[in-house]
Every structure is written in C-alpha cells, then in structure tokens.
C-alpha cells in the first residue's frame, strides 16, 4: 500500500508539472487569443513570428529579432532574422513580439526571397491580448472583424505587435529588413 501511494503521489507530481513550449509556440497561442488575430490565423497563406525583438534608442536607434516562418498548415519553412535602424525623434528601450501574416502566396513569396524591407510608412497594429477594443499604432481602435481583413493588408501584409516590456516613443516599421533562410528539411511545426 505505501509503494502504492508513492507511485500515485508521483504521477500525479509529474501530471501537475506544466509541459513548456517553446518561445514561439508561447507568441504564437499569445496572438491567437486576441479576437483582432483570430481571422487572420484562420484566412492567411502563411505567417512570420518573432517572439522577442529587441528595440532601444536616444537619437539613433536600432532593433532586433529572430523569428520563423510557417504556412498556415503550420509548416515552418524557414527562419528569418530580422533588423532595423532609425534616426529622429526616439527615447527609450523596449521588448516586444511581432506577427506577420501574408495574404497570399505572392506575399508570402515576395517575404520568403531572401532579403525583404518594409517601406518607410509601414506600421503595426498594436494589440492587447484578452482587451476587447485594440489600440492602432496611430491611437486609432482595431478591432477587425472578418469582413475588414482585406482592409489591414497593405501589399499583401498585415503586422501586429503586442509589447513585452519597457517604453519607447515610436512605433514604425519603416526601415526593417528581414533575411529569410529556408529550412533544409522543412518541419511540421503543429501551429495550425
């Protein structure tokens, strides 16, 4: 009876343990909750993630990220990195994740060549997860139902961003390059 009670008390130590995913897996399940990035999951050809990108900047400023590439049956093709340089107004330092989604296989391609660049007006969508009304990049609400998707995509991409931590006064995409390198043996990353 005591060997029993002690194998029990272990299976259910182990049961309670929490099985943890990966950084990727954490952005992504983080997104899917926000009702904005729900249709978006369910309509896009593919999607960009990265987990962490680091920003900071008095002046002259910079950032940086690495992430990973899926198609919506949730195969990762491939990993990108991306960077960014800035200069004007901007102070301070800040933590946060970014979410690309392509419209299509044309965006999806035009992403996946190599080296891409966000034009000097891109800008994200600021999101909140479990928030019902979602705050734009330019103050503006964001809520987006499926009707409006085609809307948020500009050539063929949407981009959201949820911040991690710190404060920094900016909120652009202009200037991000991203270099993308294909997986050799594509593998089924389960985020669909």
């Known amino acids: 009876m005591k060997h029993l009670l002690q194998v029990m008390t272990l299976l259910f130590t182990v049961a309670a343990v929490p099985v943890y995913a990966d950084e990727y897996t954490d952005a992504i399940n983080k997104f899917r909750q926000s009702p904005t990035t729900q249709p978006f999951f ?3 050809y593919g ?10 900047g008095v002046g ?11 198609t919506k049956a949730g195969m990762r093709t491939g990993d990108v990195s991306m960077t960014q340089l800035s200069v004007g107004f901007q102070l301070g330092g800040q933590t946060f994740s970014q979410l690309i989604f392509f419209e299509n296989k044309e965006a999806y391609d035009k992403f996946t060549s190599g080296n891409f ?13 479990g928030a019902g009304a979602q705050a734009g990049t330019g103050g503006t609400q964001a809520n987006i139902d499926k009707s409006q998707m085609e809307n948020h995509y500009i050539d063929g991409m949407a981009v959201f961003s949820m911040q991690k931590g710190g404060l920094m006064y900016e ?22």
Request: proline residues 3%; positive net charge.
């Open 42 to 44: 369910e309509k896009s």
């Open 47 to 56: 999607y960009a993630i990265f987990p962490t990108i680091g920003k900071g």
């Open 171 to 192: 909120a652009s995409l202009g200037g991000q390059k991203f270099k993308f390198t294909p997986v050799g043996n594509k593998q089924k990353g389960g985020h669909e």
């Open 117 to 129: 660049e966000f034009g000097a007006q891109a800008s994200a969508v600021a999101i909140a997860v």
């Open 60 to 70: 002259v400023g910079g950032a940086y990220g690495k992430g990973r590439v899926y």
